[in-house]
């Protein structure tokens, strides 16, 4: 069983991670790059810029861990100067959920990791089901969904 | 073994703790230790890294200098921490350690680091 993939449902445990753990800014999105729930970000460009790079960041990791060790890396942290990040896939009802959390010294990678656990239950426990597609999903649904999701997050939805 | 296995077996012989871990200061992660089952060592160590961060922050404010010991007691124990070079070693002991032992040991572990 999958999740589906509108924005909303996802907040609420984000929200609280986002407080338990003091990071700065936390994107949960869906392994395609289409964003879930966001907190931090002040414009849409960034949260979508945001999750294209987590994305492709997180399939090209995992495809490294897949060389190295035959088994995809669940988690990836890059140290900066004044911020970190972290990208890490949570299991959710047969699929993932990845998310991109930032953060400076107010936090830390191990904070951060001890509240994933409490995250991901709460994201199981909020995701709702995905309905059995009627037609298949096509390129142009993608970007129109994305549209529309983004523009739900930042208030300018219908 | 680790070139940390010495410190962490000079602190766990005292009675009472229940853990000693090596934790990295900044990213709150083990570096080595050992626990008595039941005792969630990731959680000690980010939480405990991350309270030695703050209380250095207040240290630096208000011109006090390093934090030389980090002493959090509880109801029914203590966590302590001391530590140098990004690196801090956290002792959990319950109520039966005594305390002084155990802060001269970590004293003398965390100028080991």
């Known amino acids: 069983m999958a999740y589906a993939t509108s924005v909303g449902w996802a907040e609420a445990p984000l929200r609280r991670f986002v407080g338990d753990a003091r990071v700065e800014l936390a994107v949960l999105l869906h392994p395609s790059g289409q964003v879930l729930a966001q907190v931090g970000f002040q414009r849409a460009l960034d949260v979508q810029t945001a999750c294209a790079l987590s994305a492709a960041i997180h399939a090209t990791s995992g495809q490294l861990g897949r060389l190295v060790e035959g088994a995809p890396f669940r988690g990836l942290h890059v140290g900066g100067e004044a911020r970190q990040f972290y990208i890490g896939a949570l299991p959710v009802r047969g699929s993932e959920v990845l998310l991109l959390a930032v953060f400076d010294m107010e936090s830390s990678l191990g904070i951060?990791?001890?509240?994933?656990?409490?995250?991901?239950?709460?994201?199981?426990?909020?995701?709702?089901?995905?309905?059995a597609p009627t037609e298949p999903a096509l390129a142009e649904d993608f970007e129109r969904e994305l549209d529309r999701n983004l523009a739900k997050l930042f208030g300018r939805a219908e | 073994m680790s070139a940390f296995a010495g410190i962490v077996q000079a602190v766990t012989r005292h009675r009472g703790v229940v853990a000693c871990l090596i934790v990295s200061a900044d990213d709150g992660?083990?570096?080595?230790?050992?626990?008595?089952?039941?005792?969630?060592?990731?959680?000690?160590?980010?939480?405990?890294?991350?309270?030695h961060r703050k209380a250095t922050r207040a240290a630096a404010a208000a011109a006090f200098g390093t934090v030389q010991v980090l002493d959090l007691e509880a109801e029914e124990g203590r966590v302590i921490a001391a530590g140098q070079g990004g690196l801090l070693v956290v002792a959990v002991t319950d109520a039966r350690a005594n305390f002084g032992l155990v802060r001269v040991e970590l004293l003398r572990a965390a100028a080991g680091l």
């Open chain 2, 29 to 51: 992660i083990v570096v080595e230790g050992t626990a008595h089952v039941g005792v969630n060592t990731a959680a000690f160590a980010a939480l405990t890294a991350s309270l």
């Open chain 1, 112 to 131: 951060v990791q001890l509240y994933l656990e409490e995250l991901r239950a709460g994201v199981a426990a909020a995701a709702p089901l995905l309905e």
